[in-house]
């Protein structure tokens, strides 16, 4: 959060979106305000490398194949580490709000937009197009995370609309069964994709059928969550949701049930808390 303040969420310093590529990692901030991209090494020391005009703003942060998207239905995209930018040649979403991004590594890479109106899917992270079939009620909700990809399968985990899956690239999107509702955005551990309601973990192999276990504990609900690396099936970290300003709770898990809150002085408070990325940063006085 910028200068360490506590901001409404229609805000430039309201963060939106966050990734890692290429030795960095690249922020947007601003919602319904003139918005900004930075970038920094080690996740502490930022720059502003793109500061966005006339009450625009971008919708998330996406990075694949050396190029870095800032997406909206005007998106941009940056080859250089977002030194500069170029504005995207097409998007089919008319005047549909973008809600998530993300970059999957299918057939040479994808970028893929989730907006209220649909999903848009592009090659080259410039042109974007709308899929050859479904797509239109597997995307929608106000958090960012919600695509993710493991084994050749792209999966969807709205906080509204169905759990979806497209085994093509995303050229064509089926609904999954026995996901929901949902009230944390997906990841894939390395075996499974895993999703979140109150109480509940719902996991799946193929992203179309899924099974549900109750969290330990079974009281509290996740927000936002992130998994430091899938190889080792890497330790899952969330936030719980909610719009509590400065009273966030954090969690880790390595198996998505039994979860362990931090304690208070392992992290300071502050705004709401939107997605969470994993990178390698460089080191710094708080990770040597």
Do not use: K
């Amino acid at each position: 959060m910028p200068n360490g303040t506590t901001e409404c969420d229609h805000d430039p310093g309201a963060g939106r979106g966050i990734t890692w590529g290429n030795g960095w990692f690249f922020a947007n901030f601003g919602w319904g305000a003139p918005g900004s991209v930075r970038r920094s090494r080690d996740g502490v020391s930022w720059e502003t490398v793109y500061t966005v005009y006339n009450n625009s703003y971008f919708a998330g942060m996406a990075f694949g194949n050396g190029r870095l998207v800032a997406a909206d239905r005007w998106g941009e995209y940056s080859d250089d580490d977002g030194d500069n930018w170029s504005v995207f040649n097409n998007v089919e979403l008319g005047d549909s709000t973008v809600r998530d991004t993300a970059f999957v590594p299918y057939g040479g890479g994808r970028f893929i937009m989730s907006a209220d109106a649909g999903i848009v899917v592009s090659s080259d992270g410039s042109t974007y197009t709308s899929p050859q079939s479904g797509g239109s009620g597997c995307s929608g909700g106000d958090y960012q995370g919600s695509i993710i990809y493991g084994n050749g399968t792209i999966v969807t985990t709205p906080s509204s609309g169905n759990v979806c899956y497209s085994n093509d690239g995303g050229q064509n999107w089926s609904s999954g069964s026995g996901a929901g509702p949902l009230m944390a955005n997906g990841v894939w551990n390395g075996s499974e994709f895993m999703a979140w309601g109150v109480g509940t973990l719902y996991r799946s192999t193929d992203g179309q059928s899924w099974t549900s276990t109750p969290t330990v504990p079974n009281d509290f609900d996740l927000g936002y969550l992130g998994v430091t690396g899938v190889s080792d099936q890497g330790t899952i970290v969330a936030v719980n949701g909610g719009w509590s300003y400065g009273g966030q709770r954090f969690y880790r898990s390595t198996d998505g049930v039994s979860w362990e809150e931090l304690p208070g002085n392992a992290y300071s408070g502050g705004h709401p808390i939107h997605v969470i990325a994993f990178g390698y940063g460089e080191p710094s006085a708080y990770c040597p």
